[in-house]
């Protein structure tokens, strides 16, 4: 029941983004007949590990202007930055599909829409046991990626670049403003370098213990909180639960964060506020897909809601017949309430859904199957395996 260490790499990779690169144009991608193109495009290009592909829907030029708006830096640093970020954009999608491959992810486009009179592509990224996340790829009039919205880490793409850009340059102006302080020392920008080394060697232990010696003003923001999740998340359960902790003590009516507070609702047995986190999740990438109804038949079953629990894995199959925790969701609600009928339901689905055909005996044998095999649901499907 997690949705952790979805993709937030997509986001945090990106926030590293900003190392100088050598020079490179950053040509307009093409202009595209729709949104849902562009979102079945960028799913494709996932799915491939293709960055190259990727960047062929990516408007780098956009994202950039985005990424220095309201800077303030001098007109010599605002042209390096021009030459080298478009660089550093393309090899932060590299990095990002390389922890795509590690978590053997998938990338499903899932809609289109508007927000704030903004077109946008959501793309959900399904990392099994890992978790889920989705993405909002916000488009220009021409309809090229020019900024994105992680979920995971309810932050933009744009916000986590200005940030590491902020600290990286050391400029007074942006760092006081970041930090909500008249003047920052040589000794406060300390903890974000020594967390960008700790990241870059896989030490997320150390990273996370970093994020403790941020300037007083800037823990006290949600973005430290998240950082805390994401870096927790990789450093252990202990960590994680700590974090999550902190994030829903200080920020938990956020609607922006009920994905990741999820766990946390979980954890604490806060199940009734799990479905309304869900619930808050669908409205924000505007609706029920299989993952949200799979997590709610989830818990559902965990509160002993059988007859819920079932339709809920029931929209999940129907939704995305390709979607194999949907059948598993409908499987556990069998088990978990001793219900044959329930149980051989999800097992038939899932032999017919993929082609494959279980061995009754052996999953019998199993703990989680051993009540279940007694009903006559389950021994007539058995039968009917031994033909």
Known sequence: MQTRNALRSLCFAAALAALPGAAASAADAPARKTPSAVGEAL????????????????????????????FNLGEKDTA???????????????????????SKASARFMRDGKEDGRAYALVRVDMGEGGVDYIKYFLSPR????????????AL????????????????????????????SRSDLKP????????????????FRALENFPE?????????????????RAGDESYRAALRHLAAN??????????????????KQLDRALAAIAALEQAVGGEDASTSSLRGNLLTEMKRYPDAAQACRRAIAAEPDFKQGYWCL????????????AVEGLTAYEKAFDVSFHPDKLAAQDVYKKVARTPEYAAWAKSHKR
């Open 43 to 70: 799913a494709v290009a996932l799915n491939a590990r293709d960055a190259d592909a990727f960047m062929r829907n990516v408007d780098t030029g956009a994202v950039v202007r985005i990424v220095l708006k309201d």
């Open 251 to 268: 920020f938990g009516g956020d609607s922006d964060l009920q994905l990741v507070l999820i766990d946390h609702y979980f954890f604490e």
């Open 331 to 342: 499987v556990t609600v069998g088990t978990g309430s001793n219900d044959g009928k329930l």
């Open 143 to 154: 309809h090229a990626v020019e900024d994105w919205y992680v979920y995971t880490s309810a």
């Open 192 to 207: 974000f370098a020594d967390m960008r080394q700790h990241v870059a060697a896989d030490d997320y232990a150390a990273a």
């Open 217 to 233: 003003s800037y823990r006290k923001s949600r973005q430290w909180a998240l950082m805390r999740v994401t870096y927790g998340g």
């Open 157 to 184: 793409f744009s916000t986590q670049v200005r940030f590491n850009l902020a600290t990286m340059l050391k400029n007074d102006s942006l760092l006081a403003n970041l930090f909500g302080l008249r003047s920052v």
């Open 80 to 102: 390096a930055l021009r030459e080298q970020l478009p660089t550093s954009v393309r090899a932060s999608m590299s990095t990002s599909m390389r922890a795509l491959t590690q």
